[in-house]
Each structure stands twice: as C-alpha cells, then as structure tokens.
C-alpha cells in the first residue's frame, strides 16, 4: 500500500485569543470546509472506522443508558445517532441501576468499533467491572447481547485487532499497580479465541509502559504493525506511536503531536482512518475535560512521514499540532446529518439522541399509555432529603447532551393535571453542580421553582394543568430558564446558572420527575424541542 499525503489543507486562521477555536464557530461551513468542533457536544472517548462509503464512531456513555453510543457519517464531518450497543447497563453492574445510582465517573469508558468476518465488533472497558463486547451486522443494530470478556478491575482502554491470518489480538492497559512490576500504565497484548469472546491469558505481553499511558489502538498499514497510545509527558497528554514488522515488537516509538492544554485541550483518544481516495484523517475528542461542554469531538489531517502517521498541522519537527478549520474531507451535495434532538414522542421507541441517566425504572415511564406523550411516574429519589444532590440519586432522568454553540434552546410542554403533593417535574442541567426548574406540588398546591445548585427560587402558584419551560444557553455555558402558560409569551424566571464539568463528563440537559415523599402521581411531557445554531 502507498502513504498518502492527507488532502492540501486549508488552515484558517483564527482571530481569538492566543490561537484557538473561533467562539461559536464548528462544523460544516457549507463552503467546502469545516470548523473543530465537529461536534460541539461531549462525545468522549472516540474510535471511528471506515466500511465502504460510510463512517462510524462510538463514544463512552459511562453511567448513561443505553450505553455505548454509536455514530454514522459519509464525510466524517456531518453525524448522526444511530444506535447504542447496551441497552440495559445493569448487565455490567447492578450499581448502574435507578435503585443504586453510585457510579458517575465509572461505567462505560474507551473502547473500540472494528469490522471484520462481515460484522461489526465493539470492546470496551469498565474500571471495576473488566471488559465487554458487542458485534452486530448492521450498526444500527440489533446488537448481540452483552458479553463480558474479563472481570478485572483496574483496566482501561482496549482494543481489538484482526491480522491477516484471522488472528485476533487484544490491546489495553493496566492502569492500576502490577504486583509484578511495581509499575502503572503497563499497555499488554493478549491473542484471542476465534470467536473473539476470551482472552489467551497465556499470551500476555507487556508491549509499553510510561506515564499515563492509554487510548490504545491496532493498526496494520502497508505490512506494518502500528500500536498508537497517549501519554502524559511536561506537554501534557500527547499521541504516541509504536510501529513494528512484528507485533511483539521490537518497536521504534516517537512523539507524532504537540500540545497546549489551555489553547487545544489536549485532542488524543480517538481513530484513524483512510478515506476511499487515500487521504488520511484522525476523529479525536478533547480529553482534558475541565469544560462544561466537556470533550468534544475534532476532525484532525493526517500526514504520512517516512512512515509515521502525524497528526494535525506538521510542524518544523514533523510533529503535528492543533487545526481548527480546513478543507472538508468530502464535498457532499448539502449537509446529510446534524446530532438529533427534537422528540413529539409520537414513536413506539425513544430516539437515539435519548439516554436516561442510570438504568431506567421501565414501569416508571411510558410511550403507549397517552399516546403521543412521554408519561413519567414520580418516585421517590435514593435520599429525598439530600436536597443538595437530590437530582442525582432521582431516577428515570432523561437526557441529552448540551451543545456549545451561540444559542442553544430547548422547549418542553407538561401537561400537569395527575400531579401530587411532593412531586417536583420540569428541566435540568446537571453535570458538578446542577439546576432544576419546574412545577413542585406542596398541599394541593403547584408552584413554580428554580434551584440553582441548592439556592431555591420560588415563584407563582401555577393554576392551569399545561405549561411549557425554556432553557436557553449560550456559548460560555451561562444558562437562563423562562416559563409560558399560553405558549406563545415566555417570562424568565430566576438567577443565571453556570453550565459546569463534572465526574469526566461536560453539562446536560434532562427531563425529570420525582417525588419525596412516594411514588405517587404522574406527568405527561407532550414534545421537547431542541435547537442549537452552526
């Protein structure tokens, strides 16, 4: 196979301080170029492959559910949802479940999405609870049932690989102490059973080890072995390479970006990918978190050099860096597809933008019982008292991610008639801090309340048994909420809440409906709209 130099690159220079993303500005510009983000949402944890005409990518769900979600495209800049892998998170561990509710941070981290043998196969690990798999033919599923590789605990970042010969090898990394070795961050290399469910623990091999160590990948290009992984070095966390005729090794290894994390925030977990045309991409997140939109999604060109992948704009070194605009993989007739959002709840199913916040109470919630409406039963949260984390241990939130663009607005309308004393339903955002705002029944009667991260805001008595709510962003994250109970006038309502990063995880925004004292009373939610600018 020939190295090709990636598509002559258009770097556009930004005007914002200290070179980095113009505010607001990502996707397709409808020119023939993109702006980074690509997706200006919290898509952590990328891998992304190329089978025929078609991309896809998955990203790591954590404590979400249905996890895994799994990403199509036709020019790697333009996605859309199109699945999950798990749909019930409690085959991992039983504390993913409503009644638990104690994971945020653990859960579903990196894996892999690979096509071989005519399906597609997805790996990914957990921090207490091993390693898993999924394979589907089509990756809008259905997606085989959940299979755990390994129970292990300590371990992150896998992958698997299939050689020429058939033989599956699997990558990952010990994060924890190896009584062995004294040391962290140890990368091995396990063969694997031909049907690609168990590891040959006789096979292991420790290939890398350094600080940090992590994000692996498998590739082999023009008969070379390429082991691509992330460090922690003085930069911060940067992309390495390993490359060698054999996959034991030995391995030469070199350095293949530069990064600034207050400028680029460290783009580095993700996938490689040739295009039909030879050209060379690289689909990456983010990963220094810290961002209330958290990591988000980057489309970086590649640049094959005496045989090494760099990555980003190529440097005097030959070492890439951050871009933020260029000239579009693919010129597609108009903009094919745009992260979904909007939901009439007409469907027998939810969408797959939807993802409920731990393993859903299913008896709880409902798509049939009024049609065309979302029916949530309220339920009592794990500690109705803890009015300072009540959100998070309330069950059957759910939720979508927040967009970081110039405006972003969502519109929800409740009907409220079947509300009872303790129940509290409406909006959230939540991700380290959180804010609700909603209608909250005491005695008979309902109220209008705002809680920003435990300051509470009480407004009018609400007397009709219809109202709409309005949260609105913008491209710093500051939230304002406002209500209608016409629909048509729309008055704010309490103080300005800052958008916030939280349990590696950026903002989002949710539906939800508790109730402290029971499992009493109910809420018909009728359509939930959610726009957000390019």
Known sequence: ?????????????????????????????????????????????????????????????????????????????????ISHVVDDITLISPELNWDRMNQYGKGVWAGSIRYYNGKFWVYFGTPEDGFFMSSA????????????????????????????????????????????????YNIHLFRMTP??????????????????????????????????????????????????????????????????????????????????????????????????DGRVATLLPVTWISGWPIIGQVGTDTIGSMVWSGKKPATLSAVTSKIQTNDEFSATALPAQWEWNYQPRNEKWSLSEHPGYLRLYAFQPIDPNDNHRIIFRAGNTLT????????????????????????????THYAATFSTFGIKQ????????????????????????????KSAWDVIGKNRYSYSTDGKTFIPFGTTYQLTWGDYRGDRIGIFNFNTKGDLGFVDVDWFRYTYTN
């Open 1 to 81: 196979m020939k190295f090709y130099r990636a598509a002559t690159f258009i770097l556009v220079l930004v005007t914002t301080i200290a070179f980095g993303q113009t505010p607001g500005k990502w996707g397709d510009q409808g020119d023939g170029t993109y702006c980074n983000p690509v997706i200006p949402g919290d898509y952590s944890d990328l891998d992304a492959i190329r089978v025929g005409a078609d991309y896809y990518a998955i990203s790591s769900t954590l404590q979400y559910s249905p996890g895994v979600v799994v990403l199509h495209s036709q020019d790697l800049v333009n996605w859309e949802i």
């Open 137 to 184: 033919s089509d990756p809008a599923g259905p997606w085989a049932p959940l299979h755990q590789v390994w129970k292990v605990a300590g371990w992150d970042d896998c992958c698997t690989f299939c050689d020429d010969d058939g033989q599956l090898y699997f990558v990952a990394t010990n994060f924890a102490a190896d009584p062995k070795t004294d040391k962290k």
């Open 195 to 292: 049907d690609g469910k168990r590891l040959i623990m006789g096979s292991d091999s420790i290939i890398h080890q350094s600080e940090g160590s992590e994000a692996n990948k498998l590739y082999k290009i023009n008969g070379t072995y390429y082991h691509y992984f992330s460090k922690v070095n003085k930069e911060g966390r940067v992309i390495m390479m390993e490359r060698s005729k054999n996959i034991y090794g030995p391995w030469e290894i070199r350095q293949i970006n530069h990064v600034n994390s207050e400028k680029d925030r460290e783009p580095n977990q993700g996938g490689l990918i040739q295009t039909n045309s030879g050209e060379w991409w690289f689909l990456t997140h983010h990963g220094s978190g810290g961002h209330w």
């Open 400 to 427: 979508q991610r927040s967009m970081r663009t110039t405006h972003n607005e969502v519109t929800a309308k409740f009907e409220i008639g079947h509300m009872v004393d303790g129940q509290f339903a409406g909006l």
């Open 442 to 469: 005491t005695n008979g009667i309902r109220t209008l309340v705002y809680d920003n991260n435990g300051t509470v805001h009480a407004g009018i008595q609400i007397k009709g048994n219809v109202i709409w709510l």
